[in-house]
Every structure is written in structure tokens, then in C-alpha cells.
T-cell receptor, first 115, second 114 residues
Framework: KAGVTQTPRYLIKTRGQQVTLSCSPI?????VSWYQQTPGQGLQFLFE???????NKGNFPGRFSGRQFSNSRSEMNVSTLELGDSALYLC??????????????FGNGTRLTVT | GENVEQHPSTLSVQEGDSAVIKCTYS??????FPWYKQELGKRPQLIID?????GEKKDQRIAVTLNKTAKHFSLHITETQPEDSAVYFC?????????????FGAGTRLAVHP
């Protein structure tokens, strides 16, 4: 079974631009979560989607948004990029459906560099 | 919300020694505690997890213990090998009526020296 796939692997953008990252979960996984990983802050929760609905959101500004499609693929968008948005963005999928926590399976991430 | 603290931030051991990483959490309602290993340039991978109805779990050289009263859990690696060198993250599931909101510790960089 294929793992979580994230595209692109690397992105370089300039301040003020916007960016869209894509995530394809493991087949059958309907829950998709996004995390931001930086050296100083570790893994910070962005949001979680299940059946095209955002169920949870972390403490990030409104410039960070996401969506999920009917095939469970997810995208996250960051508008008006700032230098501090440079990070590794990780997507994770899970079989969990009813609040019974199950392991997250991570993709390889998209490394975003803002110049 | 949930807060997870992880110690130490770096750990250096000799091959064959044991390594222990400790985490504390704040939300007494948290009921699921996974540990992830992230090698340089790779994705975090689940190595072991424990639920709140269990006090200890083992998988070969790796074990996790949970003390619900004190709200802390620990990862124990015995007979360490150079390939155990990585960053280890603990996490706690925040039970806020939501789903799959894992709150991670800041990570421990483990170096195993031959």
C-alpha cells in the first residue's frame, strides 16, 4: 500500500506570495492532519480534516488554510508569505474516524523556503 | 489545551547503553501517547504507542511506561545501536471533542556513539 504522498518536495517563494501544498493520504484513510516543523518550535498542529470538514484547528493565523476533497486528498494554502513561514510542512493520515485515536502516518513533507 | 514537555533536548550515549526520554503532559483527559522517530531528512515514524488503560508496553529493545497520576510517560531504549541515532518525539492526544489532534513535545536528539 502506498504511503502518504506530498508534493512538491521543495518550494522557494518570495515574501508576499502565496503557496499551495498537496497531500494524498494512504488509501482508505479519511483523516488528514497538517503540521509545521521548524527547528525551534518542533511539530506544530495546523489543522485536521475528515470527510471534507475541518474538525480541528491549531493556533495559526488565517493566512493558513486548507481543504479536503471527496477522495480524501488535501491541500493547504498559505497566503501573503512571511519569512517565518519557512519550514517543513508535514501531512499525516489516519484511519481514526470516531475520536478513538489511531496512529498518524506521515508523508515526507514539503520544505518551504521564503526569501 | 494540552501541553507536552520533553526532556532532555539532547542525549548522548555509548553503544550498548540504555537511553531514557521523559515527557509530561497537562491534560488529564489525554488517553493516547505515541512516540515517533525522525531520522535526518526523513519523515517521523511511529515506533511505539501506549493508551491510558496500560501502564507499560514493550517491543524488543523499546519500552514505554505511563504514569497517569503524575501525568508523565517515558521511552526506554536498551542496548542502543548507532542506528538508533535520531530525533525522538513524544506526543499526547488532546481530548477536546475533536479528533486526531496530537500535541508533540519539542523532541530529543539522541546520538549513539560506537
Amino acid at each position: 500500500k502506498a504511503g502518504v504522498t506530498q508534493t512538491p518536495r521543495y518550494l522557494i517563494k518570495t515574501r508576499g506570495q502565496q503557496v499551495t501544498l498537496s497531500c494524498s493520504p494512504i488509501s482508505g484513510h479519511r483523516s488528514v492532519s497538517w503540521y509545521q516543523q521548524t527547528p525551534g518550535q518542533g511539530l506544530q498542529f495546523l489543522f485536521e480534516y475528515f470527510s471534507e470538514t475541518q474538525r480541528n484547528k491549531g493556533n495559526f493565523p488565517g493566512r493558513f488554510s486548507g481543504r479536503q476533497f471527496s477522495n480524501s486528498r488535501s491541500e493547504m494554502n498559505v497566503s501573503t508569505l512571511e519569512l517565518g513561514d519557512s519550514a517543513l510542512y508535514l501531512c499525516a493520515s489516519s484511519l481514526s474516524t470516531t475520536g478513538n485515536p489511531l496512529p498518524l502516518h506521515f508523508g515526507n513533507g514539503t520544505r518551504l523556503t521564503v526569501t | 489545551g494540552e501541553n507536552v514537555e520533553q526532556h532532555p533536548s539532547t542525549l548522548s550515549v555509548q553503544e550498548g547503553d540504555s537511553a531514557v526520554i521523559k515527557c509530561t503532559y497537562s491534560d488529564s483527559a489525554s488517553n493516547y501517547f505515541p512516540w515517533y522517530k525522525q531520522e535526518l531528512g526523513k519523515r517521523p515514524q511511529l515506533i511505539i504507542d501506549i493508551r491510558s488503560n496500560v501502564g507499560e508496553k514493550k517491543d524488543q529493545r523499546i519500552a514505554v511506561t505511563l504514569n497517569k497520576t503524575a501525568k508523565h510517560f517515558s521511552l526506554h531504549i536498551t542496548e542502543t545501536q548507532p542506528e538508533d541515532s535520531a530525533v525522538y518525539f513524544c506526543a499526547a492526544f488532546e481530548f477536546s471533542g475533536g479528533y486526531n489532534k496530537l500535541i508533540f513535545g519539542a523532541g530529543t536528539r539522541l546520538a549513539v556513539h560506537p
